[in-house]
């Protein structure tokens, strides 16, 4: 989910969807400095039995994303 700095609304708005379906998630965490904080905090706290982790493919900041993964696909 790249949508430019609306990421944490869209994860809001499906709570209950991403509750009940445990899909894989790619979100990006780059398009402001809270999202970085903000989006994992958030995820952690409302999805059980997930795995989190952070692929970064730029030099700078650019290009964060936090993949979810539902623990019974580990």
């Given at each position: 989910?790249?949508?430019?700095g609306?990421?944490?609304?869209a994860?809001?708005?499906g709570?209950?969807?991403?509750?009940?379906?445990?899909?894989?998630?790619?979100?990006s965490i780059y398009?402001s400095?809270?999202?970085f904080?903000?989006?994992?905090?958030?995820?952690?706290?409302?999805?059980?039995?997930?795995?989190?982790?952070?692929?970064h493919?730029?030099?700078d900041?650019c290009?964060?994303?936090l993949y979810?993964?539902?623990?019974?696909?580990?």
């Open positions: 989910m790249d949508i430019e609306s990421e944490l609304p994860l809001k708005g709570l209950k969807t991403i509750q009940q379906d445990r899909p894989q998630l790619a979100v398009h400095n809270d999202d904080v903000d989006i994992p905090l958030f995820l952690h706290e409302n999805l059980k039995d997930y795995t989190f982790r952070l692929g493919y730029s030099f900041l290009e964060t994303v979810a993964i539902p623990n019974e696909l580990l």
